[in-house]
């Protein structure tokens, strides 16, 4: 098991580093303290081929020129929340409204905060912990809320993500590791790629992307991946819950087996399960990319597929589910298991 550190800039009075994670089989994992982001995944392939299987930009300097969601720690929420408002008794805390008449992805959010780090090495595992303080007001948010973030590469090909945090008021928290997968390689699109997915249910959503409200079972419906199928049975449906999004990009409540979910490359070279302790998952097929000039629009329409574990984001301003009490910490465990 090997961890290298490279800097590469200077940003928000921290060094700017890139840590990349090797293990005994050859799969590769790039880090950027750069909002406690997964960079790159690269797998050797039986055929000798070795193949890069998140989206990512082409360096590391052009993470900070935009923001990208590309494998961030994307908080304090993720996802939208109904005109920026929790009402919590008899008040309203007001949030920035980033998204027309509603907040998303926590205003300057936490992807693009430049972290501390702590890297670790032992016999079978390489990990580095990120850790941030968002302080409070930031944001709108109340607390000082500490942060934490720690990826673990091992020999088993198993990549995890462990999130905690601490706050000392109460405070809202939903936060998301934003990774875009693209099993069958950088360049390609996801209509091809196999998803099964543990969920019976999906919840349906406004033309803006806030959720109506409704829990909808997936029986006889596009969105019915409890079985292996193509990405493609939806995105390229005439549903009208896709075609209002231009895509997948919609929470699905998890029955809690494990794997919550697995995709498979269209060549079959491939494979991730993903293991988490969340109650949903966001699934988002990069239905914007493509398009405009910037960095990440470079990337291909459908370039690659989300698989947003969080509490499924909730539609009005009631935000209980999501509510961190003070001196409590909160945990997540996000896991992606590869075969190659």
Known sequence: MKIQIKKYGYLQGKNLCEFTLTNDQGMQVKLL???ATAEDVLVPLKNGEERHVILALNKPEDYDKERNFLGGTVGRIAGRVY????QNGPHILQLPQNDGENHIHGGFGTDQRVWDFRPEKGTDYV???????DYDGHNGFPGNLQLETTYTLTNDNELSCQMTAYSDQLTIFNPTNHTYFCLDGLGSQVDQTLLKLDADYYLPVKGDGVPTGEMKSVEGTVFDFREN????????????QIQARNGLDHPFVLNGSKPAAVLTASDGLVKLALTTDAPALVLYTANHFGKGRSEVNTLPHFGGITLEAQ??????SDLGAITVMPGKTWERHIAWKYEF
């Open 311 to 316: 509490a499924a984001p909730l539609p009005g």
């Open 229 to 240: 199928r193509p990405v493609g049975q939806a995105i390229l449906s005439d549903d009208e």
């Open 127 to 133: 990990s580095v912990h990120f850790s941030l303080l």
């Open 33 to 35: 303290n750069y909002g």
């Open 83 to 86: 005109r920026g408002q929790w």
